[in-house]
């Protein structure tokens, strides 16, 4: 990877629906150089995927928060099966060293939903749940 596809990145990472042609503009290249140098990106692995933004708020997704995960044993498939339950609440699942055995970031419509995801997941594991107040 060079200084340009690097500059690549950097403007797909910004923009991902701008036309090959734009992007050789901002980069110095064709826009035909561009799309194949994209293209390697992709090949080798460097770009995964594209995605898009959501406004939360704007979904009535009111409610954001982290919860700390502390399952009660070594078996884990019950509480990985649950958040395959819930698709629209939950945004990650990380597996943690150090507090807890998963961090989860999830959304609600509101603190009822929360409440009743909350019930549901405590007879799978034990949390502490911090709510986001601001970005």
Known sequence: ??????????????????????????????????????LKLEAEGFIEGYTVRINELKMGYNVHCFINIYTKGMEHTDYLSFLKEHPSNVIHN????????????CRF???????SF???LNQ????????VIDR
Request: aromatic share 4%; glycine share 8%.
């Open 1 to 38: 990877m060079d200084s340009t596809d690097r500059r690549i990145v950097e403007e797909l990472s910004a923009c991902g629906r701008i036309t090959m042609k734009e992007l050789g503009k901002k980069v110095h290249l064709t826009g035909q150089a561009a799309a194949a140098r994209v």
């Open 94 to 105: 990380f597996k943690i060293s150090g507090e807890g055995c998963y961090l989860l970031e």
């Open 109 to 115: 419509h509101s603190p009822a939903d929360l409440n």
């Open 118 to 120: 909350l019930n549901e």
């Open 124 to 131: 799978l594991a034990n949390y502490k749940l911090s709510i």
